[in-house]
C-alpha cells in the first residue's frame, strides 16, 4: 500500500526555491528487511480523502529500514504551468519489494515513519548532498564501508579516480568544473550538481 503526508505547495514557493528535500526516518517492516521508497509527486485534491492522479512525480529515493536517510526532488524541470496551478505536495512511501497495492503496513509500535524539515530552497547543493549520500549508501550497502579516494588524473577543471570500497570493489568518479560557480560529479551513473547558475 502506498501511503503519503501532504502540504499545500504554495508553503514552499518552487518558483524561487525549487530543491525539495526531507529528512526520514523509517520503522521496521514484518516480514520484509526490503528498504522503502520514497517519491515526492504534485497533485490536485479533490476533498480531505481523493487526489488525483500525480501531474509530476520524483524518482524513487530508497531508504533502509531503520535507518535516516534524506530525500529529494529537483523541481525546475517541472512545467511552469502546473507550478502555477498550485497542487498539493505529496510525498508517497511504498515497500520497494511489494506492490503499491500490498497491505503491508508499518509497524507503528516501532515508530512508524519519522518526517523532519521538510523544506525547499534555492540551493541546488541540498539536493546534490542528498544525492551524493544516497549514491554512498547504496555502494556501501552492496561493498562494504568507503576505505579511499584514488586520483587517477587530474587537471585544473576535471579530476577522476576511484573510490574503494572494504570489499575490494572500486567505483569511478569524475569531478568536472563547469565555469566559477559550477561543479558537477559524476559516479556510479548519477550526475550530482554543486554550486550556482543552473537554472
Known sequence: MRRAISRPLTDLDPSTHPY??????????????????????????????????????????????????RVYWDVSDVDAGLLDA????????????????????????????????IRATNSVGAVGRARLAATMRDLQFEHGVYVRTTVTAETEAREEGEFVFADGATEPYRFETLDANRHLLTVAGTEIEFGRGWH
Not at 39 to 67: C, G, H, K, Y
Not at 86 to 110: F, H, K, Y
Open 20 to 69: 525539495f528535500v526531507a529528512d526520514v526516518t523509517p520503522g521496521r517492516i514484518a516480514g520484509t528487511d526490503s528498504p522503502l521508497e520514497f517519491r515526492f509527486r504534485l497533485v490536485n485534491r479533490l476533498d480531505d480523502w481523493l487526489t488525483t492522479d500525480p501531474i509530476a512525480e520524483s524518482d524513487p529515493v530508497s531508504v533502509p529500514q531503520a535507518m535516516p536517510g
Open 86 to 117: 498550485m497542487p498539493r505536495l505529496e510525498i508517497t512511501w511504498s515497500v520497494a519489494d511489494r506492490g503499491s497495492g500490498s497491505s503491508t503496513e508499518i509497524d507503528t509500535r516501532r515508530g512508524g515513519i519519522v518526517f523532519d524539515a
